[in-house]
Every structure is written in C-alpha cells, then in structure tokens.
C-alpha cells in the first residue's frame, strides 16, 4: 500500500467508515458497561434512601421524592452493626500495614541484596497463591485455638497478610527492580547508611507499588468471609461479612432497606479509594513478570 | 558513575557485629529482609497444610479431641465418595466458565475503558469499584436481583421471556443455579483481569501506533501485532490467578446457596466446609482439603510447562 493514501480499514472499509464503526462500537461498549457495572450500584442506593415500606411493596427504578428517606441509615447506630464495620475497618488496616511493611522490606532484599537461594525462595513464595482460604481455614481453626489466637481479631490480620503476602513481595520486588540503583548508590555516597538509603530513597519512589499491593490487601481484607466465618465465632470480634449474614439468619425483621443502606455505606470507601488512588494503582500493577 | 564510589562507600562502612560471622554481612541482611515473610508463610500456609496432612490420617469428630489414627482410610473414603467426583465436576465448571467469561469481560472493559475519552476516570472508578466491595454485598445485592417477590429480573419479565417461572427462585432451581453463579461471580471478578490488562495498556507508548498508522496498518492489525504481544504474559498469568481464585472459592456460592439446592452448586471448597460443620467429620475434610491443594499443585505444574507464564512476561518487557 503506497503511503499516500489512506490506510484501508478492516473487512475493506475505507479509513473513515472503520473509524465510525469503531466509534460506534466504543459508545454501545461503554453504554453496557454502565448499565451492567453501575446499575446494581446505583439499585443499591437507591433502595437504600426509599422508605422501606415502600421497598416491600414495589420495584422503583427512580425513587419519587416523597418516599425518599434518610431513616435507613439510622440501622447504623446498631450497636450490632457499628461493631462488625468498626471490626472490618480495624482488619482491613492492620492487613494493609503488615502486608505494605513486610512486602517492602522483603521486596527491597529480593531486589538489591544478593543471598542464596534468592530465586528459588521467590518461587515457593508462588506456591502461596495456592493455598484457598478454605484449605488453610480448616486446619488454622484447630491451629488458632490451641494458641490462643481464635476469635482474635490479630488472628484474623495474620492470616489475611500472609494471604495477599506472596502476591505483594512479587509486586514490590519486580517494582524496586526498575528504579535505578544509581539513586541509591548516589545517596551512600552522601554517608547515608544502607537503611536511610531504603527509607529516603527507595520508599518515595515505591509509591504506586505500595498502593497497588495496599489495594490488594484492602480488597481482600475488606472482601474476606471465609477467615472471618472460620476463625471468629464470637460477636465482639466478627466482621462485618458474617456478621451481616447470622443477623440475617437470626433477625426477624431485617429489611432489605437497611440491608442496603449498610452495604451503600461499606461501599463507598472502595469507590473513593478506586476514584482517587487509581493512576497510581494502575502505575503499580505495570509491573510485567508477577 | 555511581557503581565504583558506591562500592567503596559501602565496603568503607564497617559495622562490627558482622565481620567475624562467617556469611557476608549482605548475605545476612538479605536472609533478614525476608524472614517476616518466612515466618508468615509458615505460620500460615507450611504449618496448616502439614497440619491438614497430619490431621486427614486420623478420624476426628469435629468437636472431639479424640484422634483415631486410620492412615489413609480417608483418602481411599474421598476417592470413593460420588460427593467428591461430583463436586470435583462442577468444580472445574464454576472454574472454566468463570474464568473464560472473567477473561473475555475483563480484556473487553480494559480495552474501552482504555480508549474512551469522556467520563474515563469516573467508569474505571465504578468498574474497579465493583471488585472492592465486600462479596457479602454483591450476594446481598443479587439474592434481592432474583429474588422471585418483586426482585427486578422477575419485574423485567424474567417470565415473558421464557427464563423460568413467576414463583419461582431462580438460585434455588437446579438449572439456573450454576449459571447465575458463574454470572454474579464474573460481574465480580472480571474486574481483577481488567485492573491488569488497563495497566499493560497504559504503559504502552502512544508512538508505537503513531508508527503503525503511518505504515498503513488498520486496527485490527495494529490489535494483532502491537496491543496483543504486550497483553500476552499478564493474560497467561491473571487467567493462572483467576482460576485458581474460582477453583478455590468459597465465600460466594456459600452465601449465594449454601451448595443447593441439593447438592447442585457443591464445589470441593463447600463440600469441606459442610464436611467440617455439618457431618462433623474433621479428619475427613482435611483429607478433602489435601486432595484440592494436590489437584491444584499439580495443575499449576502443569499450566507453568505448558505456557511458563513467568518467562513469557519477562522476554516481552
């Protein structure tokens, strides 16, 4: 094809037609994905803020002003409630700690330090990717018990960290790869040591990979049911997936719009977190080799 | 510039402690970063399998702390079990379909989500938004969607077209259970391969289809040769993921049916859980619980000779 015309297009379109069809194809793919992604989203919250009276008795696509309400979230202040979220938030903090700080620091040694069986070492780490919660929940129960971690909500983090943990030292480890080296060795030059070179070096740079592992890490905390339903039985300490669903179990009246205006409230810190976080998320999941 | 300074800077600094040990200071240092994760991973994935193990040789009533030693009786039992086969079966169904919808779903949505210009930064939040929220909710969500009492698929003429009936639960009919599971997981999951895949995306340089436009290359070959090479090693890696994730799942199916109805939406993961809380028998679930780490194992190996997803992601960096 001689340079001067047009490129031909797909199925001998002209240039432009395939474009149009391309454009048009675009629109009708985001068309659905909106209707499919965000329509179960905006269901949710919408039930969440139409009396429930209203909810029992029909299907509403827009709630009418008069049946909207606030009162739903009132199911907040159950002391119930508010302590399976409070126990979630406490989790999905601690999990997203512990996996951002061991990840770091073993991603940094995999990277720059030279030690035996380094590569081999990383690749048993993968194994961990096999491990269903399921597997390790059955026997961690009885493992839990006799020392005295079942029903802890530190019992939960640890077994939720060493879950996201092959799957974040991989990130940072192939993360810390692409920063030059020559940065640090810049640093060690000035006199600083090898660990103010990681912290004031190496940490900076890491941003999106310690966001994107953080991500993780929250998703999974955030997500878990099946640690949660195995390794707390007791109220005090149960999150909010179990929880909610024993409350469902046990309680008379439970409407569904209340059911909704929590779920509306767990939802949004995701929704914020994916809004605000993901250019760096996206930065931080670049790495090619997992 | 830095490598030869760097060196003597660091070789100048001698800590005492170290030298008289008989590894090198670095060595030690390295061993030292990554033994948090060591111990994690013992705690939680080396201690609980050998525990399993240990614990499938022995007959245990769940709430007895008497163990019976039986040997491999539980294994000979699980091979024998139809339970097992079938729930093996459906398994690899709730895997297979999941994952291949996840994969065409998720590339489809990193690819628009990718090219459109208006709104981009709003839909990627709602979309990935959906992999974040608690699984609880999406059940919660889609128990009320096909609930047969005025959910909205029932509302949105779920009989005028011939689905299934007006009082009837479609989650608890033995032919539409399967499906919606697969369905409801992937309107879940299929965002995880898109987190991925827009990643890869972006990174690509606007250049290289500056460079195809010019020589003459339409989309679908500048799809072919420039957007697929460098999606290649993370799809052969997310689909490794996902579909282990489904193989393994449990949360979901167990909050969507309980395994029903009937025994319709038992996958191995459920079949242990209600061997350990409803038959009581512990010995045996962990029995089961090796034999779904052992088919995993062994498929992986297998997937990594196959496709060796690792190598393949780092020649096409």
Redesign the interface.
Known sequence: ?S?N?P????FGLS?ND?SRV?EAL?LL??VI??V???W??Y??AQ?AVTEYETV????TIVPTPETVTLDNFAVLANPEMYTYMFN?VVVAIGTIVTVVV??L??G???AR????Q?EN?ARI?L??????????G???Y??WQSIGLLGTRIGLI??L???S??FA?WLMWKYIMTIP??H???A??D?A??WRGFRDVVVPQCRPAIIAAA?FA??LA?????FA?ILLPSTETTT??PG??RAMSQAQFLP?AH??AI?LV??LP??L???FM?SY??????V??? | ???K??ES??SR?TYVPWDSLPASR??I??????L??VA??M???V???A??FW?SLHDIHTLNPEWEWVGLENYSEVMEIATFWGSLWRGIVYMVGSTLIQLAVGL??AL??N??TRGQ??????????????????S???L??FDPA???FQ?LGAEQFGLWGATEAPLGSREWAMPLLILIGS?KFSVFIT??T???L??IPDRFYEAA????????QMFRDITLPRLT??IL?VV??RS?FM??K??II??LTQGGPGDATTTL?VL??KT?YTDQA?GF??AI??V??LF??VS?IAYFTLFN??EE??T??
């Open positions: 094809m340079r015309e490129p031909g297009g797909v240039y395939e391309f675009k793919s985001t994905i909106v499919v992604g965000v179960p989203v269901w949710m039930l029992e008795d029909a299907v979630t061991v990840s620091i073993a940094y040694g995999l330090l030279s030690f035996p380094k070492f780490l194994i961990g990717y096999l491990f269903s919660p399921i597997v390790i059955i026997p961690l009885q493992i640890i077994a960290s060493a879950l943990m092959p030292v080296e020559a640090e060795e810049a060690w030059v006199g040591s090898r991500l929250f998703a955030w997500n878990d049911f099946t339903q909010f997936a909610v669903l569904d059911l909704m779920s767990m939802t995701p929704l977190f994916a809004y993901q998320l996206l930065k931080g999941f670049q090619r080799a997992l | 510039m830095a490598g300074t760097g800077t660091r600094r670095e060595t240092v390295g061993i030292g970063t990554v948090p994760v994690l991973y705690l939680i994935a201690v609980p399998i525990f399993a614990a489809w949505m628009v989500l090219r459109i930064k709003l839909l990627t939040a709602v979309v990935f938004t959906a992999y974040l929220i608690p699984t609880i909710i999406v919660l969500v889609a009320r969607v005025g959910g909205v509302a309107w987190i991925f827009l990643a890869q972006r990174a436009k010019v020589c003459g290359a339409n989309r679908w090693g993370i890696v490794l993921l282990i193989f393994n449990f949360d167990w909050q993961p242990a859980y350990v512990y679930a962990n619980a090796v779904m780490f995993l194992l992986a997803p690792s992601v780092e096409t960096t």
